[in-house]
């Protein structure tokens, strides 16, 4: 069964730090891009950040770029979005999605090019 499970969420201060965790079973996360959204309820959903397993290139949207590091471990078939200097404005549901098998390159930050979707973890930063 392919299943991508979302951990890691909760309550951190402005300031913190929160990393995530996506874990696949079903399939493997070699050459893949797997990424990084979020949504605000009422507003469209936010490519954050993806990884190409295979390259190992990464790409940031502009309101994370310094402060999300996105990784992805193979072995334990699994990625990771650590969060830094957080702020309000990253509360959000952060979804964790795998596009289907890929030769590498670049990633994009794009849901119409991601296959599976876990359910989401929400993270609120506040204090």
């Known amino acids: 069964q392919v299943q991508l499970v979302e951990s890691g969420g909760g309550l951190v201060q402005p300031g913190g730090s929160m990393r995530l965790s996506c874990a696949a079973s079903g399939f493997g996360l070699d050459y893949r891009a797997i990424g990084w959204f979020r949504q605000v309820p009422g507003k469209e959903r936010e490519g954050i950040s993806c990884?190409?397993?295979?390259?190992?290139?990464?790409d940031y949207a502009d309101s994370v770029t310094g402060r999300f590091t996105i990784s992805v471990d193979i072995a334990n078939n699994s990625a990771y979005l650590q969060m830094s200097s957080l702020k309000p404005e990253d509360t959000a549901i952060y979804y964790c999605?795998?596009?289907?098998?890929?030769?590498?390159?670049?990633?994009?930050?794009?849901?119409?090019?991601?296959?599976?979707w876990g359910k989401g973890t929400e993270v609120t930063v506040s204090s």
């Open positions: 990884i190409d397993s295979s390259s190992g290139k990464t």
């Open positions: 999605a795998v596009s289907g098998p890929r030769l590498g390159g670049r990633c994009v930050r794009n849901s119409a090019n991601m296959n599976y």
